[in-house]
């Protein structure tokens, strides 16, 4: 089958702008997902969860109380989603990345060709049961995405703006801005997305100094 919904096609540098310029046209929620290659893989994953109703993924996310999600997560593997605490680090990196979804993860330079996929969603937080993603590995179930989206939206302004197949960006309109909250936060991301600890800041503590005013939260399973 070929992907469900209406994609554009624009040079790397221009993504950015073309992503703010039909996020404001009203036709959906445009998400970056990458060059061809992660189109095809998001494609494919779409289908092969073709037994999942999309309404029926929205019905089940609106039921999920996110704070019981964060207790089970944990207490469904309490040694690998243990959360030891650690110093504050002295220098804190991450909090002014913009996304990256639009690049070369190995070089930096911008894609030959980026895909935007335009998502008819409602509502954005919705939009990973729209694409029916996750659900292997330690990467969530698509409901289990749009609950948290949900959640994180309404008391963080995020918004969810670029999907590959094992990266998700977000657009944060208003950022957690001391420390106590930015560590709340740093604990649930590491509940709902543990490789950006595991193999990526290594504490908690370094998690939470990125996301202090950050305007882009970023998300990877291996």
Known sequence: MTFPYQVLQVPGEAALAKLTELGSANAGF?????????????????AANADQD?????????AIDPANWFIERQASDPEYYDIDEDDWPEEVSGSGHGLTSHRDILTGKHLAVVNIAMIPAPEAWMVPCYLRIGGWNECPNPEEHAALFRYWGEKYGAVVACVSDDVIEMTVARPPSTREAALELAKEQFLYCSDIVHQGTETVEALAAGLLGARVWFFWWD
Do not use: C, Y
Request: hydrophobic fraction near 40%; avoid cysteine.
């Open 54 to 62: 999309i309404e029926q993924l929205i019905a089940t996310a609106s």
């Open 30 to 46: 445009p998400i970056i997902v990458g060059d061809d290659e992660k189109l095809q893989r998001l494609e494919e994953s779409f």
